[in-house]
């Protein structure tokens, strides 16, 4: 369902998979949407497109709770994939033939014995039916795609400070001087979010 016409205007910070995706959504609800995104190196390209939320809940950092949030995105993601590839006309690589795992993690649950994959020295090997993975990077290039091809627009540039106005985010200035205004202001730049926050939570990376 479109929004209505009279819907703010938005702009969303940042160039990996998370501000494409926001944009693209909105865009695909008629919102005016501009996404600034300078281009930089980005989580998304270094990220092995596991869609394992098996594994990822297994990890030593892992928050509580977050085992049900990835099973909830794992089960949205048939739909993202359908929808980001007839909007994009191009192919994300997504699959959901399970995850085959190496020796012995009793973190993780719910697996079942498989043959350890040929050329590999591991004395066990088990499978997560159900998850799967997505390549990072055709996915990230069909987001800026379907971005376009819903309507949004895309600068260039990297973002200074958020401009505010009577105590309210009415945009973002980049440091080449241009002012990008808007309604409202997403800030999805992953690290890159810690230069524009004065005040907010502990940003830390996590790899792996």
């Not at 191009?90 to 699959?95: E, G, L, R, S």
């Not at 993690?105 to 020295?121: F, L, M, N």
């Not at 895309?154 to 980049?174: I, S, Y």
């Not at 690290?191 to 907010?200: A, T, V, W």
């Amino acid at each position: 369902m479109a929004l209505k016409s009279s819907s703010p205007s938005i702009v969303v910070i940042g160039g990996g998979l998370i501000a494409h995706a926001i944009a693209w959504r909105l865009a695909r609800l008629d919102v005016q949407v501009t996404l600034l995104a300078d281009g930089g190196p980005a989580a998304s390209a270094a990220s092995a497109g596991m869609l394992a939320p098996s594994f990822e809940a297994a990890h030593d950092r892992a928050a509580p709770g977050l085992k049900a949030m990835l099973d909830e995105s794992l089960q949205l993601w048939d739909d993202f994939a359908t929808n980001l590839e007839a909007d994009s006309g191009m192919a994300i690589d997504y699959h959901r033939n399970g995850i085959v795992g190496l020796g012995d993690t009793p973190a993780i649950g719910d697996r079942h014995p498989v043959a350890v994959p040929s050329g590999i020295a591991a004395p066990s090997a088990w499978c997560v039916r159900g998850e799967g993975q997505v390549d990072p990077r055709r996915t990230l290039v069909a987001l800026k795609q379907a971005v376009a091809a819903r309507g949004g627009k895309t600068v260039a540039g990297t973002a200074e400070r958020l401009v505010l106005e009577k105590e309210k985010v009415r945009g973002v200035k980049t440091k080449s001087g241009a002012c990008v205004e808007a309604d409202r202001t997403i800030l999805a730049a992953g690290m890159g979010s810690r230069r524009l926050l004065k005040e907010g939570p502990s940003l830390v990376p996590v790899r792996g």
